[in-house]
Every structure is written in structure tokens, then in C-alpha cells.
């Protein structure tokens, strides 16, 4: 299951503007560390060196990931086809399947990769339709995501539907992403989900670069407010976001789902910290410390000796190379 909150974003001006503050806030950081003298400004940004530098990755996830990607794609609602034995309502889903499947393999998501039985877009009722991008049912082998993403303006963005894809069928692949308690089996899916993204990225597939930049991007974010929340400035996530992310359609659905969510604080915090909180220290431990990810699932030696397969974030390191820096002083 993977579960969406209107990350789509427009750029414009915008990134004309972050890029400003972003070089200010690096000036004023600089000359702070720089100078003995300011004390007071060193110890600011020393005590708060995790927050800048998880604000300033967010902005520079969401500069690469750019603006949604159209998804016009054919789509045969209730009437199947058949490609390759398996099932689809769009020819869209199939191909990407057959390029996303042997990654598992390639980069260590799985031992053995599997394909779906059946794939396809359907509607879901109630609070489902909203907030659920997509699900998978490894017992029968499907994998479905959300029609919103052809028939709502706000959803429709080939990234979304690439990550939600990606990560639906990575439980597919059985073993340690659906065994155990959901909010573990569903870290561990999200983080090989950027894995794969980056992999695919680093092969050249561009519409996958920016899908991982803007996943990446949803966990910063929400990295980003649970500090600001945590320092008791939680009100400041929604005035930077709107200011920097967010067009004005973006900022009506954010203030819409916070009305939804109003209801159930705790329910919220708690999908922050286990879905995406979770992930992300999951990435960062692969990255900098050059932790695998224990994938749970057993895979055997040519000399026939067991063993668990683990996933190395070699692909996810490459594409932050260049926030490696503020990704140590976010810890
Ligand atoms: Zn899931």
C-alpha cells in the first residue's frame, strides 16, 4: 500500500526565489562558521544545523524533480488485455513492468523476480480514493493503483504513478516486504522503491530520475516538518511550504487534507513517523554508513551455501552525491 499526500508541485519563479534564500542561508551558515567573533550566529545555526540542512536537501530534491510529468496513457477500464500472460486495463503499466522487474534482480531487491499476475488502475471508495495510491495483493499476484492518477487533474503525474508502481510490486516480490509489522515491512518497501528509482535513474531513464527526486523529496518534507514540530514551530512547515513548494491549487488540497486530518492528529503524526520518517534513516544509514537493507529474503551461493540477500543503496548514494555534506549535518 502506498499512501499519497498532493506532493505535486509547480515550479516557476519559485525555484528563482529558493535559489536566493538557499545562497543566503549558505552565506549566513558559512560566515558564521567562519568567523570566531559571532558567537551568537554560530551557536544558531550549530544547534539548528539539522533543520537547515534537511530544509536545504528538500529544496534541492524539489528542484530536481521539477514539474509533473503528463500521464496520457491508453486505458481499457474493465475490458482486459493480455500482454505477456499478464493482465492489464493499460499497456502503460505492462511496459514499465518489463523494465522495472529485472531491476529487482540486478539491484538486490529479490533473489528471484516475479512478474504480475494481473496489473492494472481501478477506483477506490471512501477515504481509499484520496489518500491510497495503490495496493498489492501478493497472494493473487496483482497489483492495482489508484485511477485518480488518468482521471484527476491533481494526481495525474507519470513520477507518482512510476514510484507507486515501482513500490507495489516490490511487495510482490514476497520475503521482508510483507512479513512482519506493517509500518516495518512498508519502510523497508518505500526504501528499496528509492533504490530501485535511483538505479533506473543512473541507467538513464529520466522520467524515473524524477520520480526518485520527488520521493525523495516527500520524505525530506515531512522529515523537515516532524523537526519543526518537534522544536515547537510546527506552524512554520505550512507558511515555507506554501511559500517554496506549493502553487495555489497545492496549497488549497494541503489546507484540505490538514481539515481531514484535524480529526485525527495522532493518526497522522503516527503515518509521518512510521512511512516516511522510517525510510528515510533507512537511506541515510545506506548511504552514509554503507548499511544494506535486510531484505529477508534467502538466496543461495553457486557452492550452495544460504544466505540473506542484502540490498546495497549504491544507486540512491550516486544521486546524492551532491547533498552528502548536508545529509551528515541532518543527523
Ligand atoms: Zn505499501
Not at 506532493?7 to 543566503?24: A, Y
Not at 506552524?235 to 506554501?242: E, G, S
Not at 503516527?270 to 544494506?292: F, H, N, S
Amino acid at each position: 500500500m502506498k499512501i499519497k499526500f498532493g506532493l505535486s508541485v509547480s515550479q516557476e519563479e519559485r525555484s528563482v526565489l529558493t535559489r536566493i534564500l538557499v545562497i543566503f542561508l549558505a552565506v549566513l551558515w558559512g560566515v558564521a562558521i567562519l568567523t570566531p567573533g559571532v558567537v551568537a550566529a554560530k551557536n544558531v545555526v550549530e544547534e539548528n544545523a539539522a533543520l537547515l540542512s534537511t530544509f536545504a536537501i528538500a529544496e534541492y530534491a524539489h528542484l530536481r524533480a521539477g514539474d509533473p510529468i503528463p500521464l496520457d496513457v491508453e486505458y481499457t477500464e474493465q475490458k482486459p488485455i493480455n500482454v505477456w500472460g499478464m493482465q492489464t486495463n493499460s499497456p502503460w503499466l505492462t511496459t514499465w513492468v518489463k523494465k522495472i522487474v529485472p531491476a529487482f534482480g540486478y539491484e538486490k531487491v529479490c533473489a528471484v523476480p516475479k512478474y504480475p499476475r494481473s496489473i492494472g488502475f481501478t477506483p477506490n471508495p471512501g477515504y481509499r480514493s484520496f489518500h491510497i495510491a495503490g495496493f498489492a495483493r501478493p497472494f493473487l499476484a496483482d497489483a492495482w493503483l489508484n485511477e485518480r492518477f488518468l482521471i484527476d487533474g491533481r494526481w495525474n503525474d507519470a513520477r507518482d504513478a512510476l514510484a507507486t508502481l515501482t513500490h507495489e510490486l516490490i511487495h510482490l516480490q514476497g520475503g521482508g516486504y510483507i512479513v512482519g509489522e506493517p509500518e516495518e515491512f512498508e519502510n523497508r518497501t518505500q526504501a528499496a522503491t528509492v533504490e530501485t528509482l535511483a538505479a533506473m535513474c543512473n541507467y538513464g531513464e529520466e522520467t524515473a530520475c524524477r520520480a526518485f527526486w520527488q520521493e525523495y523529496e516527500g520524505y525530506t518534507r515531512i522529515v523537515f516538518r516532524l523537526m519543526l514540530e518537534d522544536a515547537g514551530h510546527g506552524d512554520w512547515y505550512n507558511r515555507i511550504a506554501n511559500l517554496l513548494w506549493r502553487d495555489s491549487m497545492d496549497e488549497r488540497a494541503a489546507e484540505k487534507a490538514s481539515r481531514f486530518w484535524a480529526e485525527d492528529p495522532d493518526q497522522l503524526d503516527y503515518i509521518y513517523r512510521a512511512y516516511y520518517l522510517g525510510p528515510w534513516k533507512i537511506i541515510q544509514d545506506g548511504v552514509l554508513l554503507d548499511v544494506p537493507q535486510d531484505t529477508g529474503i534467502m538466496n543461495w551461493t553457486t557452492l550452495g551455501e544460504i544466505y540473506k540477500l542484502q540490498m546495497p543503496f549504491d544507486d540512491t548514494g550516486v544521486l546524492l552525491r551532491p547533498v552528502r555534506l548536508l545529509l551528515w549535518w541532518s543527523r
